[in-house]
């Protein structure tokens, strides 16, 4: 069984384009076209993004429009905000953004029992904070540490969504704990107490294995420290309310979200609500408003001027067609440090899939490596290649204008940096360039060449006046919109994560094997070096 997701036709002027693109560079696109910048920077709901340093032309877009009409995105973009069957191997609609939206305001959705799910999601989280916040308020010990015990989608946005937004004078913590790997948990633990801290249990299913094991070693801690009902007291978030109640977690301490929410587009829900106890109820409406605003430029605006459509037809492009395997984002701005794991993670585990939606094999790139850092750090560590390496990485780069300090100065620094990496990626540096800027100082020509940049490589900027809630909202949500975009184009489905459950199911036979208990063989055989690892920790275990 195979089908073909990209029509021959399309196929054919992509890659016509491509020997074109490679021949002559991105900067004789600025020489033929005057306007290019103007034509190729969009500004949406305070999201002003610059897409002129990439490989984006006229005649680009025009192919991308036709491939567009051709899978009849439109329709497909339809059936994602009105709640249809999009994950099929799960059979659940994909409403995360219904959760920003609960009163039908910008998009027609007439399922009535998905709009009251999302209402009643709401309305509980305005509740439960309410009596969260004045169950805290009344205790003689204030709280100032929360433990966020959850892992990927669990986690993830909420700690973008914290780091983000809180004050740099915020003295009270969220320690975010997903990892099975115990050092953090236990460095975390020593510097609590029971009773100045929150524990939030956040699992869909509540059936992960490290947040549960995670959850248990905190509850013992919590007893070890005099603490009691240390289960009972603890806050858990799910879609699966039976799972948590069989943990311990007490009825009126579950806050429950619906199951068409993906993990890893739960940052909209009560997943959040570590973030939103220190943020506020406010504050997180903003955050909505913005997704919900990004939302609407999405599902309204033609694909010619749609900023999440565009974006994603490139990293088709660089991925399909001009043979790039990974895209670098660099966020200018330490708020946003978190912002590449969420990012890999929303792309990677939506996209990185090899499958077509009628389960024949992928017959083009999915998803591309996701990676990345902050700047100006990452100048100094993977720049090299990006300069000059022999596989041209597309990039991207997050500006922030407003910094939450008051040191200006070293904002400039950093904005002027951020700037010139794109300019420096596009313009590169001749030989003739180099042997004049050079000419006092009597390089040998191993030198001289080994300073020539050949540019031409290819770069988005993104760039916010402010990091606040409302701009938050909207920036996660063109990523979202981006990843679902490029599952269309790839004719996949972006909302399942089967990939990450046979690692999973393997940890389970590989664990007695390594404590030598029990007699069950494995229902799969282990291969050799597998096998020879595993004798080997014995070994090593022992001594
Ligand atoms: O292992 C992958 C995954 O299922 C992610 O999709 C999800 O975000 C994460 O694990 C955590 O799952 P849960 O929220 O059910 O604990």
């Known amino acids: 069984m195979s089908s073909q997701s990209i029509p021959d036709q399309i196929r054919n002027s992509l890659s016509k384009l491509a020997t074109r693109d490679n021949q002559q560079g991105i900067r004789s696109l600025f020489e033929q076209d005057d306007l290019r910048v103007d034509k190729f920077t969009f500004d ?126 915020e003295h009270r913590k969220i320690h975010f704990i997903g990892n099975v790997d115990a050092h953090k948990l236990v460095a975390v633990l020593a510097n609590c107490h029971p009773e100045s801290t929150l524990v939030i249990g956040v699992s869909k299913t509540f059936t992960t294995a490290e947040t549960l094991q995670n959850l248990q070693t905190i509850a013992d801690w919590w007893v070890q420290q005099g603490g009691i009902d240390p289960i009972g007291n603890f806050i858990g978030v799910t879609a699966n309310h039976a799972n948590a109640i069989d943990f311990g977690i007490n009825q009126e301490n579950i806050m429950v979200f619906p199951e068409w929410v993906g993990g890893r587009y739960s940052v909209w829900s009560s997943v959040s609500l570590s973030a939103i106890l220190l943020l506020g109820m406010e504050c997180f409406d903003e955050f909505l408003s913005g997704a919900a605003a990004m939302d609407k430029h999405f599902y309204q605006t033609q694909e010619s001027q749609n900023i999440c459509f565009i974006a994603a037809a490139l990293d088709h492009y660089y991925a399909n067609f001009m043979g790039a395997g990974s895209r670098a984002i660099f966020a200018y701005d330490d708020r946003l440090r978190s912002l590449v794991s ?117 770069s988005s900027t993104v760039l916010l006046e402010k990091l606040d809630a409302y701009s938050l909202g909207a920036l996660l949500a063109f990523y979202e919109h981006r990843t679902f975009c490029g599952g269309v184009l790839a004719n996949i489905n972006s909302f399942d994560q089967m990939g990450v459950e046979l690692g999973k199911r393997l940890a389970k036979q590989v664990k007695p094997l390594l404590l030598d208990e029990g007699d069950e063989q494995p229902d799969q055989s282990l291969d050799p070096s597998s096998i020879s690892l595993i004798e080997k920790l014995k070994q090593l275990r022992q001594i």
């Open 44 to 169: 949406v709901e305070g999201i002003y993004v610059d897409f002129s340093k990439s490989h984006l032309s006229d005649e680009l877009l025009d192919v991308y429009l036709q491939f567009a009409r051709h899978i009849d995105f439109t329709d497909k973009r339809h059936r994602l905000f009105s709640g249809e069957m999009v994950n099929s191997t799960e059979q659940r609609p994909a409403l995360h953004t219904l959760l920003r939206d609960a009163d039908n305001q910008q998009i027609e959705m007439s399922n009535t029992t998905l709009l009251q799910q999302a209402a009643l999601a709401k309305a509980q989280l305005n509740q439960r904070f309410d009596e969260i916040q004045s169950r805290l308020s009344k205790r003689s010990t204030p709280i100032t540490d929360i433990i966020h015990v959850g892992i990927g989608g669990s986690s993830l946005g909420t700690q973008v969504l914290f780091e983000a937004l809180t004050g740099v004078d």
């Open 342 to 458: 969420y990012l890999q993670q929303l792309e990677m585990e939506s996209n990185g899939k090899d499958r077509q939606f009628d389960g024949s094999p992928a017959d083009q790139q999915t998803a591309s490596v996701i990676w990345g850092g902050v700047g100006t750090d990452v100048q100094h560590s993977v720049f090299q290649l990006m300069h000059q390496g022999t596989s041209p990485v597309p990039s991207e780069f997050i500006l922030v204008c407003s910094p939450n300090h008051h040191l200006q100065d070293h904002q400039d620094e950093l904005l002027a940096n951020g700037v010139a990496q794109t300019a420096a990626l596009l313009s590169g540096q001749s030989l003739a360039t180099t042997r004049k800027l050079y000419q006092d100082e009597n390089l040998s020509e191993l030198v001289l060449q080994s300073k020539v940049f050949s540019g031409n490589r290819a």
